[in-house]
């Protein structure tokens, strides 16, 4: 089965409108064994490029997942880096921010998260929640302690937009590879997934009275990630829109738009010098003898 990301990549300075986005992917439906089997190939190309990507040493690469809540993140994350080697990803999840994050600029608790070269960071969430949850909730902006001439709402967004896109381009610059993937899920499919966590005891845990308080606000929600995807996508940073109603293509979707953009690197493994060999050599006589 082919999967093109380019086929979920969102066209720069093009106006999104979610509603036109499929939530699913009838024609990616396939057999347990082939969806597994397809899977595990991903996976298994997706740790060779991972490995020659910590040996290279040349780029780092931030992968940015965003969705509402259920959308599938944790899974997606889970199942697609199942095989790379830990000591070269790193994960972290944002949630609430702390006063001390508070005290800082919006981007500053992510800032001290970024991936070195030769690694894969991921952002289960981001520093686009200050103009995601916080534009749907203006309160959550008053709260930030901001002078009240830096919190107008008529002006604030379209700033955090300029900064988010500004430190995205000058990680670009700097060697820093940007992927960002939006879970779209569909109300409907967050429902009957909610009520999964509350049915299997299981996922009891993954459940909160807040994640149904948000619901109230899906169309406002819809609207600020429209308005934000169309904001701070760019060439060198783009969004792709991943159908998250079936929990199995969107792993498949999300796995070839991290093979993509690693093979993108061009990277080689590094080259011994003429030093380097001789000094190998020398070490296999001593191993011989």
Request: overall charge positive.
């Given at each position: 089965?082919?999967i093109?990301?380019?086929?979920?990549?969102?066209?720069?300075?093009?106006?999104?409108?979610?509603?036109?986005?499929?939530?699913?992917?009838?024609?990616?439906?396939?057999?347990?064994?082939?969806?597994?089997d397809?899977?595990?190939?991903?996976?298994?190309?997706?740790s060779?490029?991972?490995?020659?990507?910590?040996?290279?040493?040349?780029?780092?690469?931030?992968?940015?997942?965003?969705?509402?809540?259920?959308?599938g993140?944790?899974?997606?994350?889970r199942h697609?880096?199942s095989?790379?080697n830990?000591?070269?990803?790193?994960?972290?999840?944002?949630?609430?921010?702390?006063?001390?994050?508070?005290?800082?600029?919006?981007?500053?608790?992510?800032?001290?998260?970024?991936?070195?070269?030769?690694?894969?960071?991921?952002?289960n969430?981001s520093?686009?929640?200050?103009?995601?949850?916080v534009?749907?909730?203006?309160?959550?902006?008053r709260s930030?302690?901001?002078?009240e001439?830096?919190?107008?709402?008529?002006?604030?967004?379209?700033?955090?937009?300029?900064s988010?896109?500004?430190?995205?381009?000058?990680?670009?610059?700097n060697?820093?590879?940007?992927?960002k993937?939006?879970?779209?899920?569909?109300?409907?499919?967050?429902?009957?997934?909610?009520?999964?966590?509350?049915?299997?005891?299981d996922?009891?845990?993954?459940?909160?009275?807040?994640?149904?308080?948000?619901?109230?606000?899906?169309?406002?929600y819809m609207?600020?990630?429209?308005?934000?995807?169309?904001?701070?996508?760019?060439?060198?940073?783009p969004?792709?829109?991943?159908?998250?109603?079936?929990?199995?293509?969107?792993?498949?979707?999300?796995s070839?738009?991290?093979?993509?953009?690693?093979?993108?690197?061009?990277?080689?493994?590094?080259?011994?010098?003429?030093?380097?060999?001789?000094?190998?050599?020398?070490?296999?006589?001593?191993?011989?003898?």
């Amino acid at each position: 089965m082919k999967i093109d990301s380019k086929d979920f990549r969102v066209r720069p300075g093009k106006k999104v409108k979610l509603s036109k986005w499929p939530t699913s992917m009838d024609h990616l439906v396939m057999s347990d064994d082939e969806y597994r089997d397809l899977l595990k190939k991903h996976v298994a190309e997706l740790s060779s490029l991972q490995q020659l990507h910590y040996a290279s040493h040349r780029y780092a690469l931030l992968l940015i997942f965003q969705g509402m809540d259920g959308a599938g993140k944790d899974g997606a994350i889970r199942h697609v880096m199942s095989g790379v080697n830990p000591e070269g990803c790193e994960v972290f999840s944002f949630k609430q921010p702390s006063a001390e994050e508070l005290d800082h600029d919006f981007l500053w608790r992510s800032t001290c998260r970024l991936p070195e070269r030769g690694r894969i960071g991921i952002f289960n969430r981001s520093y686009y929640e200050d103009v995601l949850v916080v534009r749907v909730h203006p309160e959550l902006l008053r709260s930030q302690g901001l002078p009240e001439e830096l919190r107008d709402e008529k002006t604030v967004w379209e700033g955090r937009y300029r900064s988010i896109v500004d430190m995205e381009k000058h990680l670009h610059r700097n060697g820093t590879r940007i992927v960002k993937i939006f879970l779209h899920l569909s109300q409907k499919e967050q429902r009957k997934r909610f009520l999964a966590r509350i049915d299997e005891p299981d996922k009891n845990w993954k459940f909160s009275l807040a994640d149904i308080h948000e619901r109230k606000y899906w169309k406002q929600y819809m609207q600020v990630y429209e308005e934000c995807l169309r904001a701070t996508n760019t060439p060198h940073a783009p969004w792709y829109v991943v159908p998250a109603d079936g929990k199995e293509s969107a792993r498949l979707i999300v796995s070839r738009i991290v093979l993509d953009a690693l093979e993108e690197l061009k990277m080689a493994w590094p080259r011994a010098t003429p030093k380097r060999r001789a000094e190998l050599q020398s070490i296999r006589k001593h191993l011989a003898a």
